[in-house]
Structures are given as C-alpha cells and as structure tokens.
C-alpha cells in the first residue's frame, strides 16, 4: 500500500448538508432555523451572557480589585502560601532511621507545596527525623511514640 492509495473506509466520511434547495430536499424555506427571528437570520447569535436587554449579572455584581490571598479578607496583601499536609502513616515509605523533609516529601511525590504539615492520621512503624514547617499533637506524639523526633522548620 502507497501513501496515495490511502482513504477512509467507506461510510466515513459524510456529504456536507445543503440547506436551503428547494422544498423536495426536505431543508428548504427556512433551512432548519424555524420561522422568522433573531436567531433565523444569518450571524443572529448573541453573545454570551446577554440576559436579553436586562443589566447581566456580570454588572450587577460589586467590583472587586486588588490581589486577594486566600483568607486574606480583601486586604490586599500577598497571597497566602498553600501549605501541604501528609499523614503520619504515609511516611513509613522512609527507611528507618532517615531524615523527612519537605524537599524529600516532594521527591517522594506525597506533596506538591512549599511549606508541610505533617497531621496524625495513620501508625509509624519505625523511628524517623521528620522536619516539617507545622505538626498536629497527634503527629507529634505518634513520631515520639515511634522514637522518632520532630523538627518545625521556621
């Protein structure tokens, strides 16, 4: 088989509809568009959100400016960083004895984010070195309870 011999199987491909031709082509007089209005006539569409002459919702809503981090109340101040959060029983993929990270975290693909913290969910096996920038009591006592330690990262 040669690259020009090449076509689509048959009944892949369909004729383009021609509207409009005559009454015996079962698409004439009106085409398919219903009788007479906006929407019969050829680039009769409206734009989206148009409520039909009423002020759109879009306008009726207040304005809101400035950068809005998330819980920032509209102060306009930085956004607030996203902070992860792992379970406990997520980090015993770690050897035992290893030291836990955000950095090894992301490596680890169990976070995306900047900042951790590390919740109390879930046993720990062995004992570990987790440093993390926030941990919930539960955490903490589980990674002592382990042998472990915890470090928060400032």
Not at 9 to 36: D, L, Q
Not at 41 to 49: A, E, N, V, Y
Not at 79 to 105: K, Q
Request: glycine share 18%; net charge positive; charged share 25%.
């Amino acid at each position: 088989m040669r690259l020009g011999e090449l076509k689509p199987p048959r009944g892949a491909r369909r004729r383009k509809r021609r509207v409009g031709r005559g009454g015996s082509s079962g698409r004439g007089n009106t085409a398919g568009r219903g009788a007479k209005g906006q929407k019969a006539r050829s680039g009769g569409q409206t734009r989206p959100g148009f409520e039909g002459g009423q002020l759109p919702l879009v306008k009726r809503i207040p304005y809101r400016r400035g950068v809005r981090g998330a819980g920032s109340n509209m102060t306009g101040g930085p956004p607030h960083s996203r902070m992860g959060v792992v379970n406990v029983g997520r980090l015993s993929v770690f050897p035992a004895g290893s030291e836990v990270t955000p950095d090894t975290l992301r490596q680890a693909r169990l976070v995306r984010e900047d900042r951790v913290k590390i919740l109390g969910s879930g046993e720990l096996p062995h004992a570990l070195v987790v440093k993390a920038h926030a941990f919930s009591k539960g955490a903490r006592a589980r990674i002592e309870a382990a042998g472990g330690r915890s470090e928060v990262l400032a």
